[in-house]
């Protein structure tokens, strides 16, 4: 199997599982990301955490089928891989519960991409992203430049993939693209103690949050505030800001169900 999942205490795991190949992604692997993440959700799961078995996060593309795609031509050999890797990357996003990414050792390329998909991401001190594309002759794939120019600026964005240099652990913290590094071997655990902490979240506030910091870096001012205006009045209308509101003046934990 090329992915292994778990489901404890509300808290979906996902581990890409292919060591001996740094977890190098396949058509088969990012075909079913998507579609295990939802079932996750499905049978409960009020929070994710993604990570690789093994001594790295993930290599990006399988270097095999890189091979093969030089050697016929690379357009029919890598599409699917592209085309099936956004599609998973689009559920997940799409997900009403938050992600995230326990990364040990190398995200390269698109591991890098699939990293930086998470709400949240925890590295291990030798941990380090790699962005790849300009040292192959290749621009990014796997939501790497959406990613980093809305999170860095589209002035270091370019920057960073210019000068294609891996970030460290330590970087990416200072640079706001993760927590503070943990030691090495201990990012799982500290991501699966930060999910559980999320478990709580409300759904569909969740699901507005992260469509609004999406779009703030492509609107204007105005039209932010009225995309907020009109979020924040669709919730008015659910049982969880109800729950919500009520929970804060009985003085009690929320019990939010997504509706």
Known sequence: MSLETSLTDRVGLIELNRPD???AMTVDLV???GDEAASLVERG???LVLTGRGPAFCAGADLSLVDRALAEEPAPVLTPLVEELH??????RGLPVPLVAAVEGPAVGAGMGL??????????EGARLVPGYMGIGSSPDGGVSYFLTR???SARALSLLLRNQPVSAAEAAALGLAEPAVPDGSARQAALALARSLTSAPPLALLR???LVDRASTLGFAEQLDLEQERVSELWK???FTEGVRAFLQRRPPEFRGD
């Open 21 to 23: 190949r740094m977890n």
């Open 31 to 33: 075909r079913s990301l």
């Open 45 to 47: 799961a009020r929070a």
């Open 87 to 92: 599609r998973s990357l689009k559920r997940l």
């Open 115 to 124: 990293a930086l998909c998470a709400d949240l991401r925890i590295l291990g």
């Open 151 to 153: 999170m860095l600026g």
């Open 209 to 211: 949050a992260r469509e």
């Open 238 to 240: 659910t049982h969880d």
